[in-house]
């Protein structure tokens, strides 16, 4: 293939190399130029342009990437049709792709003209999802090239694709095991195993002892589970342990224990006849990617995991690093929480009480927000942050002569997620934990929010407290910063609900006997109610009573 830089009137044939844009004309890269073209270029003001043309025994990119990439598309895959040197592949059932990585280097050792990109290597794919590309750096290969990759070409991408549809899942239990973890764990693992089209068939939670194992093993395969999973109650620590030694009990054999992917070293890979069982390290109660997922697919797609598999799992076996898990993993005791700051949201905009800013209004001859604010102060959590953004000096009015640090929020229109953000953005790198309080919540008392801190303990996993009466969870809630780069990622008008439902497991119900947590005043009724309340809880009335006295100080 010829290169270079050519005048117009000898670059007739040739492609175009640069894409070029001009008033009234358009030229894309790898365009052929034809007489027209060259004459609007010449009309432009174009003298010269960089140009490659073929010469005989080249082959033309789309045609060289489509040769190669059906002789490399293995079972499973399809390819797409060539464009500009580039042909995808893609799955064409759910499964686990598998490479060979020795041949995928030897093909791409052949020239630098000759590429293929893919996957990582048993990486769990989806039906039309693109595994592999074949590009062509050039607008052409030479023939010689070309012939010397297809030498080498041979089906070297496949998608495995899902076998194994039906699992059996057996939770053990220990005091202290709460039910809402063993909820947990079936909703992820179910939602682990939808995508292979596998579902949970059948299910037990027995105590946690090794003749209880070796019972529920034998009878979940009786009842025709292709696949077993245990999730234990306390960690497998040796092969003799209880969940390993009830699968010998049933019969099976222990094929591996421990695996160099960190969440996942306490994989255990096991066998009871044709029957895959595995012990699931803790980290599998959680839905983020860890050592379990890699071997789970890998057996629901019916592709043998060896020794050898699970040891060359190292390289890249370092995974994001899990909140929730108890520990930190370089091992260090985490400390207790030292210190914490309060976050108060005052930025909202009230447009259920038109007419008036609700955070000043006042309640019972007090600012509504400041009643907030004064419950956080009456805390031991320093800094007291309040967040603004609607009419910011109404609230700063509202809150004159307080100890408190304001933040205001800009972006306060588009969502409780931007004040949750700014909030967390400004709590010192030295605070250990954080209580986020809603403005329009006057009944929260400072003694709450000390018991919602002292609930936090991060070294046994407990990230989030939570106040609840009658399993109705309210606010305000106090967070762990291990949990603060989560809060920050929140976008658009949610608070973190959400989240306390995700990490379930690290989520410490504080109980209270009131409906304090749960009292907001959003609307002008609300808060004649709420003033209402005060004046009964003074008088020591019923509420018809209160309100004639209430009727009685208006007019």
């Given at each position: 293939m010829?290169?270079?830089?050519?005048?117009l009137?000898?670059?007739?044939?040739?492609?175009?190399?640069h894409?070029i844009?001009?008033?009234?004309?358009?030229l894309?890269?790898g365009t052929r130029?034809?007489?027209?073209?060259?004459?609007?270029?010449?009309?432009a003001?174009?003298?010269?342009?960089?140009?490659?043309?073929?010469?005989?025994?080249?082959?033309?990119?789309n045609d060289?990437?489509?040769?190669?990439?059906?002789a490399?598309?293995?079972?499973g895959?399809?390819?797409?049709?060539?464009?500009t040197g580039?042909?995808n592949?893609r799955a064409?059932?759910?499964?686990?792709l598998?490479?060979?990585?020795?041949?995928?280097?030897?093909?791409?050792?052949?020239?630098?003209?000759v590429?293929?990109?893919?996957?990582?290597?048993f990486?769990?794919v989806?039906a039309?999802?693109?595994?592999?590309?074949?590009?062509?750096i050039?607008?052409?290969v030479?023939?010689?090239?070309?012939?010397?990759?297809l030498?080498?070409?041979?089906?070297?991408?496949?998608?495995?694709?899902?076998?194994?549809r039906?699992?059996?899942?057996i939770?053990?239990?220990?005091?202290?095991?709460?039910?809402?973890?063993?909820a947990?764990?079936l909703r992820v693992?179910?939602?682990?195993?939808?995508?292979?089209g596998?579902?949970?068939?059948w299910?037990?939670?027995i105590?946690?002892?090794a003749?209880?194992?070796?019972?529920?093993?034998?009878?979940?395969?009786?009842?025709?589970?292709?696949?077993v999973i245990?999730?234990?109650?306390?960690?497998i620590?040796?092969r003799?342990?209880?969940?390993?030694a009830?699968?010998?009990?049933?019969?099976?054999?222990?094929?591996?224990?421990?695996?160099?992917?960190d969440p996942?070293?306490?994989?255990?890979?096991?066998?009871?006849?044709?029957?895959p069982?595995?012990?699931?390290p803790g980290?599998?109660?959680s839905?983020?990617?860890?050592?379990?997922d890699?071997v789970?697919?890998?057996l629901l797609?019916g592709?043998p995991?060896?020794?050898?598999?699970?040891?060359?799992?190292g390289?890249?076996?370092?995974?994001?690093?899990?909140?929730?898990?108890?520990?930190?993993r370089?091992?260090?005791e985490?400390?207790?929480?030292?210190?914490?700051?309060?976050?108060v949201?005052?930025?909202?905009r009230?447009?259920?009480m038109?007419?008036?800013?609700?955070?000043?209004?006042?309640?019972?001859?007090v600012?509504l927000?400041?009643?907030?604010?004064?419950?956080?102060?009456a805390?031991?959590a320093?800094?007291v942050?309040?967040?603004t953004?609607?009419?910011?000096?109404?609230?700063r009015?509202?809150?004159?002569?307080?100890d408190?640090?304001?933040?205001?929020?800009?972006?306060h229109?588009?969502?409780m997620?931007t004040?949750l953000?700014a909030?967390?953005a400004?709590?010192p790198?030295?605070?250990?934990?954080?209580?986020?309080?809603?403005g329009?919540?006057p009944?929260?008392?400072?003694?709450?929010?000390?018991?919602?801190?002292?609930?936090?303990?991060?070294?046994?996993g407990?990230?989030?407290?939570v106040?609840?009466?009658?399993?109705?969870?309210g606010?305000?809630?106090?967070?762990a910063?291990?949990?603060?780069p989560?809060?920050a990622?929140?976008?658009?008008d949610?608070?973190a609900?959400?989240l306390?439902a995700?990490h379930?497991?690290a989520?410490?119900d504080v109980?209270?006997e009131?409906?304090?947590?749960?009292?907001?005043?959003d609307?002008?009724?609300?808060?004649?109610?709420?003033?209402?309340?005060?004046?009964?809880?003074?008088?020591?009335?019923?509420?018809?009573?209160a309100?004639?006295?209430?009727?009685?100080?208006?007019?």
């Amino acid at each position: 293939m010829k290169f270079g830089t050519l005048p117009l009137a000898e670059a007739e044939g040739a492609l175009s190399v640069h894409s070029i844009r001009l008033p009234g004309l358009e030229l894309r890269k790898g365009t052929r130029l034809d007489r027209a073209l060259l004459e609007a270029l010449a009309r432009a003001g174009v003298e010269r342009l960089v140009a490659a043309r073929l010469e005989p025994g080249d082959i033309a990119e789309n045609d060289a990437a489509a040769s190669l990439a059906a002789a490399l598309a293995g079972a499973g895959t399809t390819a797409d049709a060539a464009f500009t040197g580039r042909v995808n592949l893609r799955a064409t059932v759910p499964g686990v792709l598998v490479v060979d990585p020795a041949a995928v280097d030897v093909l791409n050792a052949v020239d630098e003209s000759v590429t293929l990109a893919t996957l990582p290597n048993f990486r769990a794919v989806a039906a039309g999802e693109m595994v592999a590309t074949v590009k062509i750096i050039p607008f052409a290969v030479e023939g010689a090239v070309h012939r010397a990759a297809l030498a080498r070409a041979r089906p070297m991408v496949r998608v495995a694709p899902y076998r194994l549809r039906r699992a059996a899942v057996i939770s053990t239990l220990l005091p202290g095991l709460l039910p809402k973890v063993v909820a947990k764990t079936l909703r992820v693992t179910a939602q682990r195993l939808a995508p292979a089209g596998a579902a949970i068939v059948w299910r037990a939670e027995i105590p946690h002892e090794a003749e209880a194992v070796e019972r529920a093993v034998r009878e979940a395969i009786a009842a025709g589970a292709e696949i077993v999973i245990l999730f234990g109650a306390s960690a497998i620590a040796d092969r003799r342990d209880v969940v390993p030694a009830g699968i010998v009990a049933a019969g099976g054999q222990i094929e591996h224990f421990g695996m160099p992917v960190d969440p996942g070293n306490l994989l255990l890979v096991a066998r009871c006849g044709a029957v895959p069982v595995l012990g699931a390290p803790g980290c599998a109660r959680s839905s983020r990617e860890n050592g379990f997922d890699w071997v789970l697919h890998r057996l629901l797609a019916g592709l043998p995991v060896r020794r050898a598999d699970l040891a060359g799992m190292g390289v890249g076996g370092l995974l994001m690093e899990i909140a929730t898990r108890p520990q930190p993993r370089e091992g260090l005791e985490e400390p207790a929480i030292a210190r914490t700051a309060a976050v108060v949201l005052a930025a909202g905009r009230g447009t259920r009480m038109p007419g008036r800013n609700k955070l000043a209004a006042p309640l019972d001859g007090v600012p509504l927000v400041r009643r907030a604010v004064e419950a956080a102060l009456a805390s031991r959590a320093r800094p007291v942050l309040v967040v603004t953004g609607h009419e910011p000096e109404r609230v700063r009015e509202a809150l004159a002569g307080l100890d408190v640090s304001f933040v205001h929020n800009p972006d306060h229109a588009e969502g409780m997620s931007t004040s949750l953000r700014a909030g967390i953005a400004a709590v010192p790198a030295e605070a250990d934990a954080a209580v986020v309080l809603l403005g329009d919540m006057p009944r929260v008392t400072g003694g709450l929010i000390d018991r919602l801190v002292e609930a936090l303990a991060p070294a046994a996993g407990r990230l989030v407290a939570v106040p609840v009466r009658q399993g109705r969870r309210g606010n305000p809630v106090a967070w762990a910063r291990r949990l603060f780069p989560e809060l920050a990622a929140l976008t658009g008008d949610v608070g973190a609900r959400h989240l306390i439902a995700a990490h379930a497991e690290a989520v410490a119900d504080v109980a209270v006997e009131d409906d304090d947590a749960f009292v907001d005043v959003d609307t002008s009724d609300a808060l004649e109610l709420e003033e209402l309340h005060r004046i009964a809880a003074r008088a020591g009335t019923d509420g018809a009573e209160a309100l004639e006295a209430m009727r009685a100080e208006d007019a």
